[in-house]
């Protein structure tokens, strides 16, 4: 029997737990050892506190030490933290014992914060050090990549070639939510609904999607944006900019309380949204990912506008009719708005028919699970 243990701390949930459903239904085959440690902040409290937290923080330490010694392999879920002490030292000390290590490369930490978000300047050592992180979890005994368009970005960033790594294509794992219920397309609904909902970061191209908007109210159409975000302090620029607008406003509604979290998100698309909004952003992170709010909206079966994207067209190819494409810009967005909108019933149910066959093949749970459980099969 094979013993894998699970290292870091995962922030996606769902794609964890069905790693850990693929592991659980090969029991035979496969022993399963993991923890979660929450002492990270060593500096705070009295002197006695500190040094409580430091002695369990030990503790914690050796466990993990301990299992990474008798595991075989050694995963690591998706979008750990590569600056996390306890992740590191997990993870250095499995390479120095020559561990069999499962990489989920789910996003790349110096893409996202160096070339996408700029919030890291490129020739910083920070920078340096979050492309070391990068090439070391690309160069495990098994990297996962989301798709192969992000593949090959993402080895090419680091400085190989796609064909130098051991890897295996694992989409993105997404649940399956309730169905919307279209209340336009079905002439319950005057108003044509456009809803997008995430977090504040230029990958979404959120400014572009507003001044598409805005040009439309302006022509007359009878649209209303929701824009569903998840921070109030990063909302304020957007706030000012739809007020900008002048009476576009009473048109574009600006929420922090509605998140799939809190289980308020999920009801409202359900109930108010004709269309779901992809990524509009200029970096080359936002033209070549896969977001999950527009797998989270096929599998709602709403219509899903997205800019161009070779990562997309892999599943969802331009030539047929599953999800939408517009260029980036806001005219080119304005004017495939325009044409969903005008779509029947009848013609826009063939588009999410089409666009929900793709994710039950490819993105959801059960999907995934026989993925992982192919690759379980394969180490095994």
């Known amino acids: 029997m094979n013993n894998i243990y699970i290292i870091g701390r995962p922030l996606d949930l769902y794609r964890t737990q069905t790693f850990v459903k693929a592991v659980m239904d090969s029991y035979k085959e496969w022993n399963l050892s993991i923890s979660y440690f929450t002492f990270t902040r060593l500096n705070r409290g009295t002197y006695f506190i500190r040094f409580f937290k430091l002695f369990i923080y030990g503790l914690e330490l050796l466990y993990a030490l301990f299992q990474i010694c008798r595991a075989d392999y050694i995963y690591t879920p998706p979008m750990i933290i590569a600056a996390n002490r306890f992740f590191k030292i997990e993870f250095i ?51 996962i990549f989301l798709n192969k368009t992000e593949a090959g970005r993402y080895s090419s960033i680091v400085g190989y070639k796609l064909s130098e790594l051991n890897y295996v294509i694992i989409p993105l794992s997404i649940r399956e939510r309730s ?16 809803v997008w909902w995430g977090s504040y970061i230029p990958l979404h191209g959120l400014p572009k999607i507003i001044s598409a908007v805005k040009e439309l109210i302006n022509e007359g159409h009878n649209i209303h944006l929701f824009i569903m975000g998840n921070s109030k302090e990063k909302a304020k620029e957007y706030v000012e900019m739809v007020r900008e607008y002048k009476h576009v406003g009473d048109y574009i509604t600006i929420s922090n309380d509605y998140t799939f979290l809190n289980g308020r998100l999920e009801p409202f698309i359900v109930e108010k949204c004709d269309l779901a909004m992809g990524a509009f952003g200029d970096s080359e992170k936002a033209k070549n990912v896969i977001l999950n709010k527009c797998i989270e909206a096929v599998s ?9 994207s070779a990562a997309f067209q892999e ?25 969903i909108m005008n779509l029947s019933n009848s013609e826009i149910q063939y588009h999410i028919e089409e666009a929900y066959d793709i994710y039950k093949s490819n993105f959801s749970i ?15």
């Open 93 to 143: 000390f499995a390479r120095f014992l020559k561990k069999k290590i499962i990489c989920e490369f789910y996003i790349s930490t110096y893409d996202t914060m160096v070339l996408d978000r700029k919030k890291v300047s490129i020739n910083s050592s920070i920078a340096n050090r979050l492309l070391k992180w990068d090439r070391k979890l690309q160069t495990c005994y098994r990297t």
């Open 179 to 194: 169905k919307s219920l279209l209340p336009y397309y079905t002439k319950n609904a005057n108003t044509f609904n456009i």
């Open 300 to 308: 709602m079966k709403i219509p899903v506008l997205t800019q161009n």
């Open 315 to 339: 599943f969802f190819p331009e030539t047929n009719t599953s999800i939408f494409y517009s260029d980036n810009s806001v005219y080119a967005m304005k004017k495939m708005i325009l044409n």
């Open 366 to 380: 059960e999907s995934s699970i026989a993925l992982y459980s192919a690759l379980l099969k394969n180490l095994s």
